[in-house]
């Protein structure tokens, strides 16, 4: 059984900054895209960054257009981690945080997996 649990989230003033980690543990053999989506009250869940391939600079990102610039995702494939820090935060930043990953199973398809979400709160 694969686990995905998210941490680092938070009450933040607007400016601030904060550091989610996500951390997939069970039997992993190979992890594919790993990412970070936001929902917040009232709206559909929605990409904030995705990381396709090994990571770091041999990795493809891809961010959503609100948070380009403040945001980076990065990677971590020995720990299986993937992290998003978030910088000059908004108000509208606020949201529960979830993480996601493709992770093969044993029939070698890659799998759609979901953290539990982190509460991250950005107010005065």
């Known amino acids: 059984q694969v686990h995905l649990v998210e941490s680092g989230g938070g009450l933040v003033q607007p400016g601030g900054s904060l550091r989610l980690s996500c951390a997939a543990s069970?039997?992993?053999?190979?992890?594919?895209?790993m990412g970070w989506y936001r929902q917040a009250p009232g709206k559909q869940r929605e990409l904030v960054a995705t990381?396709?391939?090994?990571?770091?600079?041999?990795?493809?990102?891809n961010y959503a257009d609100p948070v380009k610039g403040r945001f980076t995702i990065s990677r971590d494939n020995v720990k299986n981690t993937v992290y998003l820090q978030m910088n000059s935060l908004k108000p509208e930043d606020t949201a529960v945080y979830y993480c996601?990953?493709?992770?093969?199973?044993?029939?070698?398809?890659?799998?759609?997996?979901w953290g539990q979400g982190t509460q991250v709160t950005v107010s005065p």
């Open positions: 069970g039997i992993i053999t190979s992890i594919n895209a």
């Open positions: 996601n990953a493709f992770i093969k199973s044993t029939n070698n398809f890659y799998v759609p997996y």
């Open positions: 990381t396709i391939g090994s990571g770091g600079s041999g990795g493809i990102t």
